[in-house]
């Protein structure tokens, strides 16, 4: 484990956390309880609504064939966003989703507090909540000024490095060097996606990045306790593993805070 870990600068390109509920909530369709209203506009006080349709298709196979499929009758599903005040980081409710989309990154404690407060709030107004599906994700985008292309020995360790690039005269002719790492911890799963993806693929590789994107998530049925243990679960395991992907050099550069919260 590697507790209170925090770092003065981060390459944090989006931190994303999602709540699927197992039962909709319909009314949110209609209105949005007030008091989580007021709750949610302490922290991001720019509203936004709006509505978009959908329609779900089902499939049967009958005797090992296909039916035609059934479409079944459209929805309309209301979305409310709500901003900060800098627009950088957003909260968006549905009838089925509570999904929270950070731009600007503090800390986990400060994220911890205010995923807490926001289902407990979901909780007072609807009831008891049950989730279907959990998620938390960090995506790190990193990227070193004055470091020769395709050099990243110094800051990302050999366990997350591709090999091949590596390898000369293969690596000048890379559109794409990635790979899917997935992990099961039995009670949850993680899937680490590491490596150099290329914004301008399929060309060759010229801008130099490194990407460590860990997305852990959990499909069992929790009440709201047993998903704030959940997210704690998934930061742990989330922080373990980018500690062990990076250097003493790349810490150095991103200035190592000890005493502070997590990430």
Not at 10 to 27: E, F, G, M, T
Not at 150 to 155: E, N
Request: charged share 25%; net charge neutral.
């Amino acid at each position: 484990m590697h507790d209170k870990i925090c770092y003065k600068t981060n390459y944090l390109k989006q931190v994303i956390a999602r709540v699927d509920l197992i039962s909709p909530i319909v009314s949110i369709n209609t209105q949005l309880d007030p008091g989580i209203i007021n709750t949610i506009r302490e922290r991001y006080p720019i509203p936004e609504q709006a509505t978009q349709n959908i329609q779900e298709v089902k499939f049967k196979i009958t005797q090992g064939k296909p039916e035609t499929p059934e479409p079944s009758s459209p929805k309309t599903i209301t979305e409310w966003t709500f901003w900060d005040k800098d627009r950088q980081n957003k909260l968006v409710i549905t009838y089925d989703m509570i999904l929270f989309v950070f731009q600007k990154y503090e800390s986990f404690d400060s994220f911890e507090s205010l995923f807490t407060t926001i289902l407990n709030a979901f909780s007072k107004a609807y009831g008891d909540i049950i989730s279907k599906r959990i998620g938390l994700r960090y995506i790190n985008n990193i990227e070193i000024k004055g470091k020769k292309i395709f050099q990243w020995s110094k800051y990302i360790t050999r366990l997350v490095t591709p090999s091949i690039i590596t390898k000369v005269g293969i690596k000048e002719k890379l559109s794409r060097a990635f790979q899917i790492t997935e992990i099961n911890y039995g009670d949850f799963s993680l899937t680490f996606r590491h490596g150099i993806p290329n914004s301008d693929y399929p060309a060759p590789i010229k801008r130099d990045e490194f990407v460590l994107d860990l997305d852990a998530y959990c499909t069992l049925a929790q009440p709201p306790e047993e998903v704030i243990e959940s997210i704690h679960k998934f930061h742990e395991k989330i922080q373990e593993l980018f500690e062990l992907s990076i250097t003493e050099d790349l810490r150095k550069i991103m200035g190592n805070e000890s005493d502070t919260s997590t990430k």
